[in-house]
């Protein structure tokens, strides 16, 4: 919700040009509500309110605005001092910003970036989007091996502030390679052996990622470990950057986000969804559910087969919905479960055969459960269920199709995983959809074989 609290307030100095006002305002609170009261102004209005703070404020307040009103920003506002807002913003925040940017702005902007920035900027934007180098920061502190802790913290004292974080400070040797860590913690406790080398006192065992590594994985290894930042490397073990515990959290907030939108059902919004044009979130929505159209035109389909025995057993289609909603419920559970256990990394490819075990023991187990249920149900509903064997007919498909959708819930994310996709394609409604058709088939199969 946009806070509009302060919004006649600043525009009222704007109009009045009250710097000082203008200024205390940049300044007064912490740059993410500065950058929350601001929200309801235009791209115009809210570059004029940062004019008046200092850049590195004016960096800290623009990195909390919202994605597509940067762009606006950067789209609409003077080149020159885009480029310097541009300069001055973390590595890996400048590429994010610049990427939703049109092509002609973003080139005129880079134009005029300093080329050491420029360099980085365009290096950064050749990793493919969801890998380990598309997330990374170059601002890093990389040490010389053979440096003593006097010339580390000498070094800290004259640029600390251009590096994403002082805590870990990196050791490579002189081509750049990755040697080892020296953490912020264990440099101050060194200060009483100033003449101490580096390479003797570093830690050598790291985890570390290749650049091309898949972001969801780097965000498993920085969970695993408990890291506050994770080198990235080259195939020579050069040190490239580091992807810090800030930007993990935006990556796993992003993966969540997206398996949302697939067990939906919904291809991933790019933006927000009030920030999403209407016929964009249509085909979203809608290419899916044509999809699943037509696999509900198979359960028709289905249906349209077993006609004569609907006509002669009536009470059949009375416990259809029950049927069908059951195996559906089961596979999405089941489904749910594996995916998240994927996602989790508690679930390893190699282990298919025990959770497809696992997964037929409780469906043996919820569909005797269901099918107690059922027996009892039945009777009172539909009098001539009463009597046996149309008594079985609901217990055992109820067994039959339970076992089935656990069946199929839980093995075709695994197979999805191992094709390389998504197993959150895989989403829960085509699982409904799967175990639907199968209901019905197994359900008028039961019937015809026990009540013929």
Known sequence: MVNTLFLPELREMLEAHDTQGLSEFCSAIHPAGTAEFMAGLTAAEAWQVLLHADLATRVEIFAYFEHPFQVEVLHSQDRRQMAELISAISSDDRVDMLRGVEADAAAEILSLVPSKERRDILRLQAY?????????????????????VKQALDRLLERGEEFETIYYLYIVD????????????????????????????????????DADEDQEEVARLVARYDLLAIPVVDDQHRMLGIITYDDIIDVLQDEATEDAYRSAAVAP????????????????????????????????????????QIAQWQWLVFFLPLITSCGGNSGNQAATLVITGLAR????????????????????????????????????????????????VIPITLVSVVMCGTLLGSTLPLVFHRLGLDPALMSNPFVAGLVDILGILIYMNVAGWLLS
Do not use: N
């Open 128 to 148: 493919p989007e969801g890998t380990a180098g598309a997330v990374m920061t170059t601002d890093v502190a990389c040490l010389s091996e053979s440096w003593t």
């Open 174 to 209: 002189d081509l750049q390679r990755l040697r080892g860590l020296v953490s912020a913690r264990k440099l101050v406790s060194c200060i009483g052996k100033p003449q101490a080398r580096l390479g003797d006192i570093m830690e050598t065992e790291l985890v570390t990622v």
């Open 269 to 308: 919004l790019k933006h927000g969804y009030l920030d999403t044009p209407l016929l964009t979130l249509s085909w979203k929505r809608g290419i899916w559910l044509c999809i699943l159209f037509f696999a509900s035109a198979v359960t028709a389909i289905a249906l349209c087969r077993y006609e004569e």
């Open 345 to 392: 990394d508690d679930i390893q490819l190699a282990q298919w055969w025990l959770v497809v075990r696992r997964e037929l023991v409780v469906g043996a187990i919820l569909g005797l459960v269901l099918g107690i249920c059922g027996i009892t149900l039945a009777p009172l509903l539909r009098p001539e269920v009463l009597g046996l064997p149309e008594a079985l």
